[in-house]
């Protein structure tokens, strides 16, 4: 699959659990969220190991930049969230900071980074990325709970490399 397609099917999966979150109860809340923690650190992963070195240059480094930030922003909720219980006071404010921040990179990425990785990069170079994106989305998923990696890397942002 073709990575930009991967990540934007990725964006769709995300959106549809927040959605999900926002109507359901307080246990079906965590199971929720401990996917959309998933989906998101995944997400996070194949980006900042994989899609953002791949597409570094001088029209996109300041773009990546900002969206490596983004990520370390949106992995501190998450990890503010792994401590707390749906039924928290704050749990339903801090997922709603979190869907509103996750919106914004969506919008940034699929606006601006993604028209101008695809002037950049051909058909193929993208196929071959999102082969290997798709392969390390699986390998993390089968190690069980990649949201649990998450409070380790809210130190500070990912260089991209």
């Given amino acids: 699959m073709n990575a930009i397609d991967l990540l934007k099917q990725q964006h769709r999966e995300v959106e549809k659990l927040f959605k999900k ?3 359901a109860g307080p246990d079906e809340k965590e ?4 996917g959309l923690g ?5 997400h996070a992963a194949i980006e900042e190991q994989h899609f953002y ?3 570094k240059d001088a029209r996109t480094e300041e773009l990546l930049e900002e969206a490596v930030e983004e990520h370390l922003s949106v992995k501190r909720i ?4 792994l401590e707390m219980e749906p039924d928290d006071a704050q ?6 900071v979190l869907q509103e ?7 940034e990425e699929e606006k601006q980074l993604f028209p101008e ?3 950049l990069h051909s058909k193929d170079e993208l196929e071959d990325l999102g082969v290997l994106m798709e392969q390390t989305a699986e390998e993390l998923k089968e190690q069980g709970a990649p949201r649990m990696e998450v409070p380790k890397e809210t130190g500070a942002a990912a260089p991209i490399d």
Avoid: G, R, S, Y
């Avoid at 921040?101 to 919008?107: A, C, F, G, I, P």
């Fill in 38 to 42: 998933d989906a998101l650190a995944v």
């Fill in 53 to 55: 070195p791949a597409t």
């Fill in 31 to 34: 199971k929720l969220f401990d």
């Fill in 101 to 107: 921040q996750v919106e914004h990179h969506v919008e």
């Fill in 117 to 119: 990785v695809q002037k």
């Fill in 21 to 23: 979150i926002e109507k």
């Fill in 91 to 96: 749990f339903d404010a801090k997922i709603k």
């Fill in 78 to 81: 998450i990890a503010d969230l």
